[in-house]
């Protein structure tokens, strides 16, 4: 059996089961959800088996906001296709399933864990930021989380990187194979064998660590930098202006002039929103109508509507680019446009920016921005930043965004096709699918200026994945080195990751010794 997570739920359940679930089965210590989930009586020797409670934990059934996957998906497919599958190839464990949506179930789970005989619990991530692993894991409780790829990766990477710093009692499973869920979960029978929690946590780590593949050894394609002298990157540096809209820099932008020269200027919202009114739609057109004849394929509702109010913010960045004098811009885009702010997402306009040699960063991300800015006088290539989705199955990390340079070598190198589409989280706007070349090295990093640490990991791009969960593009990489040790700084850097094609690994160790930074690898 292949339950490959990122399949279609394909079930044949029961309709009474989906109105169960439907209805909002919140049934978190309900003691009857084994039955609901397809449960039977205990047979012979049932004392032999541990019992775990399988939590999938997710904010709605159906999904009420914009987040991963998506406004409107529905999770009970899933939920009960996971159920079926873990039952069928770990019969060795019994699986008492339960909705969690808050850390209160998770509270209640754990109340009813000893009337339940409850040996452990395995935590299905399965938003981004739903706060339930957290309650059962300071349980002490053996606890195996597992992330729903594309769905709860987020939540899964930071949060899982900090409680395994101070719980003993957890392993993860990061993984588009249920396979690799159900051999974990395994593991649990150690503790009805006479294991302590520390075995059962040391077999799961084993596990992941012996079904994750071993390097490939086919050489990357060639692909020549051409790097900057430091010193003259440095001074670049000093000269560089990002302008960041709508975000809030705390004390942030004071580091970042002070450690590596880039002036930081805020912009409000208002002023932005003048520049993009301001716009000359006579102008906006031709560019829609540019972008619309470069794509693969469109699908937006109003197509010609959407790309001109794209058109119209792009046109707001050149604006604020030139009265600021600046080489970058960083914008509040989710918050932007929820908020009635911004009439269009900045997506778009950040893709042309990029392709022609300047910076357009999501999210009013900071450390992002200046690593692009870092990078682009270091190599001349563009960044892309993403929010990263771990398969320890395939060795790989997937870096997904809704923005993505079609340069990746810089703007005088090849450009590679690409679709718009809507904002993947909400439906709306317009944003980009970017088919990013495989078969060549790339370096994932982020400047921090107040750790005083450049982070950084290498993979070869090895696909781009096309799924409708999570951001639109997906690129796909192979981990070149330790892909245990990628699980580990997720909470201290936040989930965004910059990547550069290229093997940029020795030119920024040099720029590392330059500006007194540490260097980390963190694979």
């Known amino acids: 059996m292949n339950a490959n997570l990122l399949g279609p739920s394909g079930c044949g359940c029961c309709s009474s089961r989906r109105r169960f679930l439907a209805a909002g089965c919140g049934i978190c210590a309900g003691a009857a959800v084994p039955a609901v989930f397809g449960g039977r009586p205990a047979a012979a020797g049932e004392a032999q088996r541990a019992r775990v409670r399988l939590v999938f934990a997710c904010f709605t059934l159906k999904q009420d906001r914009p987040t991963w996957p998506h406004i409107g998906y529905d999770f009970t497919g899933d ?38 005989r409850v040996d452990g619990y395995i935590v299905y991530q399965m938003n981004n930021w739903i706060r339930v692993m957290q309650t059962i894991a300071a349980s002490g409780k053996p606890t195996l989380i597992a992330d729903f790829p594309f769905s709860g990766s987020g939540g899964f990477l930071v949060y899982t990187a900090g409680i395994r710093r101070t719980h003993k009692n957890v392993s993860i499973v990061s993984s588009t ?264 090295m790339t370096t994932t990093l982020e400047i921090h200026p107040a750790r005083r640490e450049i982070l950084c990991h290498r993979a070869k791009a090895v696909d781009n994945v096309v799924i409708d969960r999570a951001c639109r593009t997906k690129l796909a990489a192979e981990v070149v080195g330790d892909i245990e040790k990628l699980f580990t700084y997720w909470d201290l850097y936040g989930w965004h990751r910059v990547t550069f094609y290229g093997d940029l690994r020795e030119p920024v160790q040099e720029l590392a010794r330059a500006l007194k930074l540490r260097f980390v690898e963190e694979a």
């Open 79 to 116: 939920i009960e296709r996971v159920t079926k599958a873990m039952r069928q190839l770990c019969p060795e464990v019994e699986f008492l399933p339960a909705v969690a949506h808050s850390p209160e179930d998770a509270a209640k789970l754990l109340a009813a864990g000893d009337a339940d």
């Open 177 to 440: 194979k249920v396979e690799d869920l159900a051999e974990s979960a395994k593991c649990f029978q150690v503790l009805k064998k006479g294991g302590t929690v520390a075995d059962f946590v040391a077999a799961c780590d084993r596990v992941r660590r012996e079904r994750t593949p071993a390097p490939d050894a086919a050489p990357c394609k060639d692909d020549p930098l051409k790097v900057a002298d430091v010193g003259q990157c440095l001074k670049a540096m000093k000269q560089a202006k990002l302008l960041t809209v709508g975000g809030k820099m705390h004390n942030l932008g004071k580091e970042i002039r002070e450690l590596l020269g880039i002036e930081v200027v805020e912009v409000d919202f208002k002023e932005f929103a003048a520049a993009a009114a301001a716009a000359d739609p006579d102008k906006a057109r031709p560019i829609a109508e540019r972008w619309k004849k470069a794509a693969c394929k469109v699908t937006l509702d109003d197509a010609d509507a959407t790309l001109e109010q794209s058109a119209r913010l792009y046109l707001a960045q050149q604006a604020m680019l030139k009265k600021h004098g600046a080489e970058a811009i960083t914008i509040n885009c989710l918050g932007g446009f929820y908020g009635g702010h911004l009439k269009a997402y900045p997506c778009l306009g950040f893709v042309e920016l990029l392709d022609s040699g300047l910076v357009g960063a999501c999210e009013a991300d900071l450390l992002s921005s200046v690593t692009m800015i870092a990078m682009k006088h270091l190599v001349g290539r563009p960044g892309y930043i993403s929010d990263p989705v771990m398969d320890t199955s395939k060795r790989q990390i997937i870096y997904a965004h809704c923005v993505a340079t079609t340069r990746p070598f810089g703007p005088s190198g090849p450009a590679n096709p690409f679709e718009i589409l809507t904002h993947a989280e909400d439906r709306k706007g317009a944003a980009v699918r970017s088919f990013l070349p495989p078969g060549f």
